[in-house]
């Protein structure tokens, strides 16, 4: 079964700052998505950026950005310019890419994310 | 909009009695779950759909039951036998066959014992 494991249950970050939040996922499968989710007070889960495990580029999302290293099993989330916005827990996630399967979410535990003005 | 509404959004659960989560997608999405959220746990999943009338066990079934009648809609009924129902509730849904669309949520239901 697969795993995924976020470290730091806590992060804070001055505004205008830059911060990276870690993630690291076991999987015996070669092909797999991995996704960044955002939740706020407010409780919605709101995706923040996503990667195919085929593809070696990073993604990036405007602020956002991934350090994707599939040897390393690692997907850390590299949040540029924080604003008080970005303040929420963030959740990493693994989906499977087997065909036929059920494509569920497996998550981490979360990091809460503080940003001080 | 597309999206997915689930209701009620604050929800109190007497000892022994059944109570029922509503999730509704117009999405035209396929695969429904239904993840919990406890503290310091993340979402786990309880249970899942890919097709109408047709649904799985996901890591934590036991006190739960779902029904999937119609593609839209994928109700969750605590049972009695969940001991612990205490949690947010959160439906999600995706596009089913492999493709790297993400899973859209709800905006979840607080669920509480009296």
């Known amino acids: 079964a697969q795993t995924v494991t976020q470290s730091q249950p806590e992060m804070s970050v001055q505004e205008a700052e830059t911060v990276t939040l870690s993630c690291t996922y076991d999987?015996?499968?070669?092909?797999?998505?991995l996704f960044w989710y955002k939740q706020p007070p407010s409780r919605q889960m709101i995706l923040v950026i996503r990667?195919?495990?085929?593809?070696?580029q990073n993604a990036t999302e405007n602020r956002f950005s991934v350090n994707f290293q599939k040897a390393a099993k690692s997907f850390s989330l590299k949040i540029s310019d924080s604003q008080l916005g970005d303040a929420a827990m963030y959740f990493c996630?693994?989906?499977?890419?087997?065909?036929?399967?059920?494509?569920?979410?497996?998550f981490g535990k979360g990091t809460k994310l503080t940003v001080n003005p | 909009d597309g999206g997915i509404t689930q209701s009620p959004k604050y929800l109190f659960r007497k000892e022994g009695q059944n109570v029922t989560l509503s999730c509704e997608q117009n999405?035209?999405?396929?695969?429904m779950y239904w993840y919990r959220q406890d503290p310091g746990q993340g979402l786990r999943l309880i249970y899942y759909?890919?097709?109408?009338?047709?649904?799985q066990k996901g890591d934590i079934a036991e006190g739960y039951s779902v029904s999937r009648e119609k593609k839209e809609s994928f109700p969750l009924t605590v049972t009695s036998a969940q001991k612990n129902p205490t949690a947010f509730y959160l439906c999600?849904?995706?596009?089913?066959?492999?493709?790297?669309?993400?899973?859209?949520f709800g905006d979840g239901t607080r669920l509480s014992i009296l």
């Open positions: 999987t015996s499968e070669s092909d797999y998505y």
């Open positions: 759909s890919q097709i109408v009338n047709d649904f």
């Open positions: 996630a693994y989906r499977s890419a087997v065909q036929g399967g059920s494509e569920k979410l497996v």
């Open positions: 990667q195919e495990a085929y593809k070696q």
């Open positions: 999600a849904s995706t596009s089913w066959g492999g493709s790297n669309q993400p899973q859209h």
């Open positions: 999405l035209n999405h396929d695969a």
